[in-house]
Structure formats: structure tokens, C-alpha cells
């Protein structure tokens, strides 16, 4: 639903931002400047980051047609001011908005997916209401979406937690492994290395991430790879079969297509887990040699973030306390005011590009 926009003594109120004019075409221009309902809040964007969900919701319009609005959905703020209900943040708070803002007054929450809340995926932002490349957005339920950024964590650390981080770490939140065991990512770009760095966080033995960005293979060694896997040297799966002397425990999908699916199914022992933190736009096909045709459990679980205050809040707090892990150094690109932003969003097209940021303070 739409805030009811901001009215003063000379009428409404504007805000600016890049707005998606038609297919494959964006440009600065003005939105009225929402003003939050009970629950919500007006936050000023000090940093906003691009994602390839914006590429593609930009590019393939793989989202319902969402002409007219701000893009973007991942960004850092400060709250500017809050509805009548809002108890826990104030103006002037740091906070992490994040990519996906579920009603939490909803059965689906109740039930334990509040990712689905309202019969859908809470993915509002562009969508529902206007996205977070722009100077402020208005967020829903924040009491119980926002997480607040402690004063060690910079903006641009936090950003990452904003779709990159939560996701990848909320898959793994869920994915049981022990100590020492042996884990694969199938992806090396942000989700990926977030990926890595959290398996390694959560004890993981041996670490095989398999890509070939040069940028990303360094940053993933960083973060706690123990081997660099690239499909340019044959099969990913029999490669790493045997460096490890056969399947192993755990595997990644932060990266791929269809084929990525079997191949984690061919990678992974009985009653080991695949963590899917990746979103697939085509059929997967799963051999019966991959899962001893059905009668192997092999498990497979789909994640993104969920938002949530308890989530953010903790994935900053792991940031503030465990500084050997700096996700800043996945952002590659960097442009500052509004007029940064068309580049921001077209930067993530370029193959060296990992993370792309604005910053508007
Ligand atoms: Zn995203």
C-alpha cells in the first residue's frame, strides 16, 4: 500500500530518485515524499546498492509492471520520522533497511515464512511502493523490519547486510552442518563470498568455492575458502570429488542455473543438505544417478533474507564484534549523489563489478 504523500504550506512535497521510465530504461525524477503511516517510517537513503535483482527487474521486467517507481531495493539510512505506533526507533537512528519487508501481522509470519506474508513474497520495494534508489523511502512495520546500526559498523559495511548478508546467512541459519564439515559454494559473486565467509564463521572443515572472477577468488580465500574451483578445468563436480575423496557435506547454491541444482545433488552425500540462497529462472532437471533415483535424502532448502529486526540485528552484531569479516571490501564500485545512481545500477553489468554503491549523505 502507498503512503499518503507529504503535504506543506505550498502542497506536496517532492523527493527524487531514479525512476524506471520503460524496459531497459531509467532516469532521475520526482516522487512525492511519503509520509509514514502508524507503523512506518520516512528514512533519508545515506546509502543505496545494486543488485542484479535490479537488473533483471530493469532489463527483463521479471517482476510485475512496475513503470513509474523508484527502483532498488537494497539501502542504509537515517530515520527522519516515525508514525504514531513506532516505539523502538526515533529520529535520527542509524538503520539497515532490508530488501524484503514482511507484514508481520500476518498469518504467513504466525506460521514461521513471514517471507510470504499476505499470500506473496514481501519484496515491496520498486514493487508495492517506491524502491530505495531515492533520497528517502518509507518502510513498513519498521519497529519490526529495521535493524539498528551499532556505531562501530560503517554504512557501507551495513548495506551488505541489507540483501547480501541476511540472505546468504539466513540460508545458513538454516542449514545444519558440524564442526569440520565439508562445504561447496556454488558462486563467488557478494551472496557467494557472504556465503563463504559465514560457513567459515559456523565451522566448516574444507571450503571449495567454485567460480573465476579474479576479484572474487581473492576475496573468497580472504573470507575463508580453503580451495578455488573454475569450471574452465572440466567438470566442478568431479573436480571436486576428488580433491576431497568423494561427496561432500554441505552445498552452497549462490550462483548458477538449472544445472547448478544437479550438480549440487551429484556433489552432496546422503543426508547431507543443499542450501539454495540463489534465485533460478529456469527448469532444473535431476538425474536418477544424482539421488539414487529418489531414494537418497538429500535435502534441499530455499532461502533469502526474511527481513526481520532479530535477524538484522544480529547479522550486524556479528559485524561489530567480529571485524576479521569486512564486507565493504566486496563493493567494487562507488558513486556519490543522485547523479551516481544511473551508474550505480548499469555498473553491476560489468563482469569485474561484485557490489556497486551510492552514497547520498
Ligand atoms: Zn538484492
Redesign the pocket.
Known amino acids: 500500500s502507498d503512503c499518503a504523500p507529504q503535504i506543506s504550506g505550498e502542497g506536496e512535497l517532492q523527493m527524487r530518485g531514479l525512476i524506471l521510465i520503460e524496459q531497459g530504461k531509467v532516469a532521475l525524477g520526482e516522487r512525492p515524499t511519503p509520509r509514514p503511516g502508524p507503523y512506518e517510517a520516512l528514512i533519508r537513503v545515506t546509502a543505496a546498492?545494486?543488485?542484479?535483482?535490479?537488473l533483471e527487474i530493469v532489463e527483463h521486467f521479471i517482476m510485475p509492471p512496475v513503470q513509474g517507481r523508484f527502483i532498488g531495493?537494497?539501502c542504509v539510512g537515517v530515520i527522519e520520522e516515525v508514525g504514531s505506533e513506532v516505539s523502538y526507533f526515533k529520529p535520527g537512528d542509524r538503520v539497515c533497511v532490508p530488501?524484503l519487508t514482511p507484514e508481520w501481522r500476518s498469518i504467513e509470519a504466525q506460521q514461521g515464512w513471514a517471507t510470504f506474508s499476505n499470500g506473496g513474497m514481501s519484496f515491496d520495494w520498486g514493487l508495492m511502493r517506491d524502491g530505495t534508489f531515492a533520497e528517502y523511502v518509507c518502510c513498513r512495520d519498521v519497529d519490526m523490519n529495521c535493524g539498528k546500526i551499532p556505531d562501530e559498523v560503517t554504512d557501507l559495511q551495513a548495506v551488505m547486510v541489507?540483501?547480501?548478508i541476511s540472505?546468504a546467512w539466513n540460508g545458513l541459519d538454516n542449514t545444519h552442518f558440524r564442526l569440520g564439515d565439508n562445504v561447496a559454494v556454488f558462486g563467488i559473486g557478494p551472496v557467494g563470498l557472504c556465503a563463504i565467509a559465514g560457513v567459515r564463521r559456523k565451522g566448516a572443515g574444507r571450503i571449495f568455492a567454485i567460480g573465476t572472477n579474479p576479484k572474487g577468488i581473492e576475496l573468497a580465500l580472504e573470507f575463508g575458502a580453503t580451495d578455488i574451483i573454475s569450471y574452465k578445468e572440466g567438470d566442478v563436480v568431479a573436480q571436486i570429488r576428488k580433491k576431497n575423496g568423494g561427496p561432500v557435506d554441505v552445498s552452497v547454491l549462490a550462483g548458477g542455473n538449472g544445472s547448478t541444482v544437479s550438480q549440487a545433488y551429484r556433489l552432496t552425500r546422503p543426508g547431507g543438505q543443499i542450501c539454495s540462497v540463489n534465485a533460478f529462472y529456469d527448469d532444473v532437471v535431476i538425474s536418477p544417478g544424482d539421488w539414487n533415483s529418489g531414494m537418497e535424502t538429500k535435502q534441499m532448502t530455499g532461502y533469502q533474507n526474511t527481513g526481520g529486526r532479530w535477524m538484522f540485528e544480529r547479522y550486524l552484531n556479528m559485524l561489530k564484534y567480529d571485524k576479521t569479516f569486512d564486507p565493504s571490501k566486496i563493493i567494487t564500485h562507488i558513486n556519490h549523489g543522485l547523479e551516481g545512481l544511473e551508474e550505480t545500477l548499469w555498473n553491476k553489468k560489468k563482469r569485474e563489478c561484485l557490489k556497486s554503491v551510492t552514497i547520498l549523505d
Not at 546498492?49 to 535490479?54: G, I, K, L
Open positions: 546498492a545494486a543488485c542484479n535483482t535490479d531495493h537494497e530488501a541489507s540483501d547480501m540472505t
